[in-house]
Nanobody, 124 residues
Framework: QVQLVESGGGLVQPGGSLRLSCAVS????????VGWFRQAPGKGREGVSC????????TLRDSVKGRFTVSTDGTKNIVYLQMNSLKPEDSGVYYC?????????????????WGQGTQVTVSS
């Protein structure tokens, strides 16, 4: 059974940093991709990043390039989203997602497993 558990959200001032973590379990081999999505109040869910565990490559949405990075720990069971130079428009609930495969996608419909979400608020 696949489980995704996010942590690390919180309140931060503009220009600050946060690191989100997603603990991934239930995939028998490193043949899966892990995405980060976010949803602001009244808006749709949008893809922020994706990492292919098998290929060890990643994708970021254009608006966060140069500010966010995605990585894994040595076991590849935890995926991190390091968020720097945060802006108020980065606020929202951040969700970790995963599915089998090796090709990254930022499309919400590409994923079948989701975490419970963690709130990120960027405000002064």
């Amino acid at each position: 059974q696949v489980q995704l558990v996010e942590s690390g959200g919180g309140l931060v001032q503009p220009g600050g940093s946060l690191r989100l973590s997603c603990a991934v379990s239930g995939f028998p081999h490193d043949y899966h991709i892990v995405g980060w999505f976010r949803q602001a109040p009244g808006k749709g869910r949008e893809g922020v990043s994706c990492i292919s565990i098998a290929k060890d490559n990643s994708t970021l949405r254009d608006s966060v390039k140069g500010r966010f990075t995605v990585s894994t720990d040595g076991t590849k069971n935890i995926v991190y989203l390091q968020m720097n130079s945060l802006k108020p428009e980065d606020s929202g609930v951040y969700y970790c997602s995963a599915r089998k495969g090796i090709v990254c996608s930022l499309r919400t419909g590409s994923y079948e497993h989701w975490g419970q979400g963690t709130q990120v608020t960027v405000s002064s």
